[in-house]
Every structure is written in C-alpha cells, then in structure tokens.
C-alpha cells in the first residue's frame, strides 16, 4: 500500500493494524528519521528500550535471512509489542522482505529505513503492492506544506509569525525536515522563549537575523551565481552542497521557486514598472543582500527565457526521479545549461 499527502500523517497518528511492515524511504534523511521515530514512539515511548526495540543491518540478515521473521516473531521479556527497525534499506533485501509478508510472524511492526528508492525499485513496488504493508515517500517539504511545518513547530515554541516572516522561512528551508526543526529551535531561542518578557511574534527582521547564516545560503549562492550567468561560482556552489549532502532534487526546486520569483518581477516590468517597482511587488521582497543582483537577473532574463529556464528545470527533477541517470550529473548539466543562458545578451526592448 502507497500513503501520500494526508493520508500519511493519519497512519503516523494511528497505524492500522492489518501493517506489519512500514518501509520509509526518499531523499529527506531527516523527515525519514522523524517519521521512523514518531513509529518506534507510537508503540514504544523509551526509543532506547533493547527489550521491545530490535535494530538490525543489511549485513546481519545477509548472514542470516531469518532473522527477520525471527526478531518479529520474539516476545519482550517485559511484555509489550516489539517493534524492529532495519536501516539502510534497499533491494538487496526485497527476497527476505517478501517471505516475511508472505507469512508474518508476531504482532511486532517491522520498519524498513532506506534511502532514495526509484519508481523501478523492486523492494518499493513489493511493499506499495502489499496489502499488508505502507510505503511512506519523505520528499522535502516545500509550499504549503512546509509552511505548516514552520507554524506548527513555531507554534509549539509559543510563537507565531508575520506572514512575511513565514515566507521567508519557507524560501530558506525546506531541505532537510530536521534542519528546519533545529533552525526553528534555534530561532525560538532567538525570540527568547521562556523568558516572562519575551517577544512572541516573529517578523521577518527576526527570521532573516537568525536564519540567515544557515546552509539555506550555499542554495542562494548557487541560485544567484546560476541566474546571473557565473558558471565558476555556481558549479563552486553546487560542488560544495553536493558534498554537505543536498539532494540534487532540492536544488533544482530552489532554483525553480527562483525562477518563479524573476518570472512575476519580468511580467510586472512588462506592464510598465521599473526594475525596482518590478522588486517591490514580491513577497517577501529580495534580502538586500541579494536586491541588486536580482534588479540586474529580471533585466537580463526576458520573460520567454525565464520560461524555458523553469520548463528546463522541471525536465530536469522528473528526469532525476525517474530515468536511473545519476541525479547529480542531471543537476549540474541543468545547472551550467543555465549559468550560460544567463551570459546571452538580452534583445533591446522597446
């Protein structure tokens, strides 16, 4: 069984009992963290429990391919269901997980932790076809969704934000669903939590002060350098994420909102503004350390090249997720494709 959109936070919530298996897999290691742990929680409180937790490898059931059945079958001496966790999941191991959903044994929940699993995946198309399994994706957070993570995680700090506050969050996080948690900890503390005095609406002065020497601005780096037709600087930038671990997939999606951003201020230069008025209509507004860099990009991209930038873009991601070509090779072609879209010179305009 495949869960996605709402549905997944509804079997987070409650599982249905007819699942012995759960397998969480995507590019976001953080949301897959959170999301094995919410689980392992969800029947056992004490993550650290070695009587009703079992943590097992790849290697261990190489040696030994029962031991699966086997660690979902054992009784905890203490009572209580069992949960087992298999990390570092992939199809290597989709024989031994087809045998134990053939015939589970137990009552334990059995969670497979793996990382980027394409369409192709036989260990994924085995679970999404199981009636007595889940396979939950773990994409990046972005739009709305992310948004309701900022709030959420605001609000269980006793904060709220400005609505452009928001938006800026939402434009510099996203990456990584544990990153943004500890940014948004770390911008609780800012605010002052705790503190009888302390303020409990967060402006974008706040966000911007707090959040802005994050890794979000090695993806601005990039995202300028790209835009404004440096090929040294972006493929600097992209080399540089590429090895701090950033999915290819969300910097094609940084570079997208991006492109998005200039397609808006090009359509309001189109309708007569001036570059600055054009600046002015985005929400947020450009950080002015960016502004006058994006003032010289929506000159220098016309608004039919920003869109065959952002079909270029999309091309790209679905081609990362579903040819097999290697992700980051897709990206960085895509990415120097543009770098060099952006040193044309632009027709005059009338």
Known sequence: MKLTGNRIEGFIKAPDAAIHLVLIYGPDTGLIKERLDRLT????????????????????????????????AAISMIG??????????GDGIASVVQSFLEHPQGDALVLLEAGELGPRSTLRKLVEGASNAAALPCYADEGGGLEAVIIESLRANGLSAEPDAIAWLAEHLGGDRLLTRSELEKLALYMGTGRPDAETRVHLADAVACIGDTAALSLDDLVMACAGGSHAMAQRSLDRLFREGIPPVVVLRSLQRHFLRLHLAAGAMASGKSPEQALATLKPPPHFRVADQMRGQIVRWPLERISTALDLLLTAELDCKTTGMPAEEICSRTVMQLAHAAGRKTPNRR
């Open 41 to 72: 929680r969800g029947i056992c409180p004490d993550l650290g429990d070695p009587f009703r937790i079992a943590d097992l490898t790849v290697a261990s059931l190489k040696d030994d391919p029962a031991r699966l059945t086997d660690e979902a």
């Open 80 to 89: 209580g269901r069992r949960v087992v966790r298999l990390h570092d999941a």
